[in-house]
Nanobody, 117 residues
Framework: QVQLVESGGGLVQAGGSLRLSCAASGSILSLNTMGWYRQAPGKQRDLVATITRASVVNSADSVKDRFTISRDNAKTTVYLQMNSLKPEDTAVYYC???????????WGQGTQVTVSS
């Protein structure tokens, strides 16, 4: 089992920055991909960005030039640096982790990001 604990959400004005963190504990050696999804009210949960253990990044076109995902050397914590935030970035951001082969998926509890105009 893997536990994911997120931190770093909050309220920021448009154009501002936030940094999200997600720390994994438990069976971390089983994890390959870690990353972030987000869900705005009334919408589906969408990919923001993911990073594999080999540092291969996949990110949504809407955030490619503004958000940066990274992972610490121990591969236990994933970060999302969000710059030039827009009101449409407002959502609950969920940390996601996936085992090798994608057989097991884990979710964090979510952290609210609100961008005011």
């Amino acid at each position: 089992q893997v536990q994911l604990v997120e931190s770093g959400g909050g309220l920021v004005q448009a154009g501002g920055s936030l940094r999200l963190s997600c720390a994994a504990s438990g069976s971390i050696l089983s994890l390959n991909t870690m990353g972030w999804y987000r869900q705005a009210p009334g919408k589906q949960r969408d990919l923001v960005a993911t990073i594999t253990r080999a540092s291969v990044v996949n990110s949504a076109d809407s955030v490619k030039d503004r958000f940066t995902i990274s992972r610490d050397n121990a591969k236990t914590t994933v970060y999302l640096q969000m710059n030039s935030l827009k009101p449409e970035d407002t959502a609950v951001y969920y940390c996601h982790a996936e085992s090798f082969g994608g057989f097991t998926k884990y979710w964090g509890q979510g952290t609210q990001v609100t961008v005011s105009s």
